[in-house]
């Protein structure tokens, strides 16, 4: 039975499904048709990143067409964005790095926000701030699951969701790690398979991706 959220945390955002979609639209048209194959093959956190000029208006049919799906808001990197995430009706944030006033302007705003780390110093700044679930990124190039190994001894408390290299290949190696609650990746949604509205090829991907498992995952969307 899938979960429903009144007030959502990070913690939730993470544990939901093994996988958190990393998604790029450039047309409006595509959203609502994506989210859609996303929910069928189970998963529903989607973060739809703000690098394009329709993210936000992608955000806001999302919500109005496909209630049942969760919307994020990616490549959240200014406190000024914000506000603009949550009127597009963003219930969670993702950021590639973290800066104590984008942590400073989701907290005042009730926002879950996974900041983006990738050194022990930058984690160290984060769980100051309170943040400890986090995104690991750029995960393969900063150090991949060895990375993740040294970062348990001394953060064994701090769940990350590795972003960046993760493919559908090497996610159960991350996966297996204790302080990983899922991963992120844009490989469930090819650009192609947007161009050529192939929505049952990116049904089969997430379907293929909610089946990975992670030891930290406690619930699952039906
Ligand atoms: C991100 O935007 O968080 C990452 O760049 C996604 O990386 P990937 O395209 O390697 O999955």
Not at 31 to 45: E, H, K, Q
Request: charged content about 15%; proline content about 6%.
């Amino acid at each position: 039975m899938a979960q429903s959220f009144v007030s959502l945390t990070a913690k939730q955002v993470m544990q939901d499904a093994p996988v958190i979609p990393v998604i790029v639209l450039h047309d409006v048209a595509h959203a609502v048709p994506l989210a859609r194959a996303l929910m069928a093959g189970g998963i529903r956190m989607l973060e739809i990143t703000l690098r394009t000029s329709v993210a936000l208006e992608c955000m806001r049919v999302i919500r109005a067409e496909v209630p049942e799906a969760i919307v994020g808001a990616g490549t959240v990197c200014h406190a000024r964005d914000v506000d603009a995430c949550l009127e597009a009706g963003a219930r969670f944030a993702v950021s590639p790095g973290y800066t104590t006033q984008l942590g400073a302007a989701c907290r005042d705003r009730v926002l879950p926000l996974l900041p983006g780390v990738a050194t022990a110093s930058e984690i160290m700044q984060a769980q100051h701030d309170g943040y400890t679930e986090l995104k690991f990124f750029p995960a393969i190039q900063a150090g991949g699951v060895a990375m993740l190994k040294a970062l348990y001894g001394p953060f064994s408390h701090i769940q990350f969701c590795p972003t960046g290299g993760i493919t559908a290949q090497n996610a159960g190696e991350f996966l297996a790690l204790p302080n990983v609650a899922c991963v992120g990746g844009s490989w469930l949604v090819p650009a192609e398979a947007l161009v050529q509205a192939d929505y049952a090829r990116i049904e089969t991907l997430a379907r293929q991706t909610a089946k990975l498992g992670s030891q930290n995952r406690v619930s699952h969307p039906s």
